[in-house]
């Protein structure tokens, strides 16, 4: 409590007399709480400088994992990148291989044709000299001259038969063709996608199918040109699937990336067509040339072994020589026509025209039977495929999916090229 004192105050009365009064007065203060400021510490200079050395180091580990991060993405596309060109150049290495051979293949198919021809044609005319020769020792040499040319016709004829020129350059064609598609492939891959390691796994892949479908050599690994049963050729791998497209927009309820049931329908009902019309088709006309060039390979040198063997008994009035003369002009029209027409290679582009389809069967069936629209290539894309390979616009190739839902015999194919 604190006192203050005022000083004297004179008040004037009614009376004449001033009285003095003294007055105290008292003002009462109330306690103030205390307050406690806390004055924050000023940091020292060497405080400060390690505190940005820690945030610093935070921001740089930071940045120098996020670099470690895309260094590591971009060296692995690097390397995918070239392992991809690595497989690019063996490509078109196998390219120019196979086209050699094959144009090499096919001068055998000419070159052995017009000898054997000629060897077989030759014998045949002097074993009709040795008819009208005399006796001794001309008739002798004519004898043994038309013998040998048959025997050596009949030998050549045996090889050319089993290795077939015709069709080993049919294949070496079709070989060339596919890589280069191959090629393209790879190449677009590189252009337009970003390639990751399971696409190089897939490539690889398609190059070994297609080293073991068209091999290179002759021997051991030469394919079968008189096999029990026709068989479309298969130049993919067995475990192949439907790649991704990795271009696609995303799927909205109103999208399903291009796909719907009529589009799915239409699928559907090519396939059905392809079997029963053009598969079935081009493994009935296979059966049936396997089956004449069977018969045109064993009568050509059966009946130029026969022709040897007649011309051994040439002379003395026998009918030996009709026999020699009429057996080798058979056996060169026989060689003229299953090496001529090329029978070998005719069967050949059958196998690969069933293989064609097949393929493309597969691949439908592949990607209708994937549940996930978002894993299917996008549909309108795979429609524009499917009728470019089958020679049709897009308009023809729903018309005639419409036409076979509608109608149970359809008598058109589903192809327009083959």
């Known amino acids: 409590m604190a006192s203050l004192q005022a000083s004297t105050l004179l008040l004037p009365s009614s009376s004449s007399s001033c009285c003095s009064r003294k007055i105290n007065a008292a003002i009462h203060v109330p306690n103030l709480p205390k307050l406690n400021f806390s004055v ?20 740089m580990n930071t940045v120098i994992t996020t670099t470690a991060i895309e260094d590591r993405s971009d060296k692995s596309t690097t390397i995918v990148t070239t392992q991809l060109y690595a497989i690019l150049e063996a490509v078109a290495d196998r390219v120019e291989m196979h086209a050699n051979i094959g144009a090499q293949r096919d001068n055998w198919n000419t070159l052995l044709l017009n000898s054997i021809n000629m060897i077989t044609l030759t014998a045949a005319t002097v074993a009709g000299i040795a008819a009208t020769s005399g006796i001794g020792m001309p008739l002798l040499a004519l004898k043994l001259s038309s013998t040998l040319l048959y025997s050596a016709a009949m030998g050549m004829m045996v090889i050319m038969n089993k290795i077939q020129p015709s069709q080993l350059a049919e294949e070496q064609r079709n070989a060339t063709r596919l890589f280069k598609q191959l090629q393209t492939q790879i190449q677009t891959m590189l252009a337009i996608e970003t390639p990751t390691q399971e696409d190089v796994k897939d490539v690889m892949e398609k190059v070994l199918a297609l080293d073991k479908a068209y091999p290179l050599p002759l021997l051991g690994t030469m394919l079968e040109k008189f096999p029990e049963k026709f068989e479309p050729a298969v130049w993919w791998p067995s475990n192949q699937v439907q790649e ?8 909205t309820p109103r ?6 049931e ?20 081009y493994v009935r006309l296979g059966n049936l040339k396997l089956k004449i060039n069977k018969v045109l390979a064993i009568s050509g040198p059966l009946l130029t072994g026969i022709a040897a063997i007649g011309s051994a008994f040439v002379g003395n009035g026998s009918c030996a020589a009709i026999v020699a003369v009429a057996a080798g002009a058979l056996a060169s029209v026989v060689n003229s026509f299953e090496h001529g027409v090329q029978v070998g290679q005719v069967i050949e582009m059958y196998r690969n025209c069933g293989g064609f389809f097949q393929l493309m069967e597969e691949s439908i069936e592949a990607t209708l039977e994937e549940r996930d629209l978002e894993k299917r290539e996008n549909g309108e894309l795979f429609e524009m495929k499917v009728a470019m390979k089958l020679g049709r616009s897009l308009s023809q190739l729903r018309e005639f999916a419409r036409k076979s839902s509608t109608s149970s015999h359809v008598d058109e194919f589903a192809s327009k090229l083959f």
Request: charged share 45%.
């Open 40 to 59: 924050p510490k000023i940091s020292t200079r060497k405080q400060l400088g390690e505190e940005l050395n820690i945030r610093q180091d935070r921001f």
């Open 244 to 251: 991704k497209n990795k271009g696609k927009q995303c799927n």
């Open 255 to 260: 999208d399903n990336n291009g796909w719907s």
């Open 262 to 281: 009529e589009l799915e329908m239409e699928m559907r009902e090519i396939i059905q067509v392809v079997k029963r019309k053009d598969i079935e088709d």
